[in-house]
């Protein structure tokens, strides 16, 4: 169930990083992260990504609280504290 949490937690992230225009190519890199990790369970990069999508994320809201959903940014906590 975690695997599967972590995956629709990535895909919306990696979503919205493309839609908030200032983390394409982030995006780009935590969807390869995301498929690398399937491969090989190993969370380093990933977790490295997730955190800069979500240092993103809190200056977005910060500027616009509607730019990014309060319960994306809390998902996204929670996969970091999980790995």
Sequence with gaps: ?????MEKTV???VSKLEKL????????ELS?????????Q????????SEKALELFKAAREKNSR????KLVEDLEKILVLN
Excluded: H, Q, R
Excluded at 21 to 28: F, M, P, W, Y
Excluded at 33 to 40: E, G, I, L, Q, T
Excluded at 67 to 70: G, I, L, N, R, W
């Design 1 to 5: 169930m975690k695997v599967e949490k």
């Design 11 to 13: 895909i919306e992230t």
């Design 21 to 28: 225009k200032v983390g394409e190519s982030l995006a780009a």
């Design 32 to 40: 390869w992260c995301w498929f690398s990790y399937k491969n090989d």
């Design 42 to 49: 190993n969370p380093v990069g990933l977790v490295e990504k």
């Design 67 to 70: 730019a990014v959903s309060k």
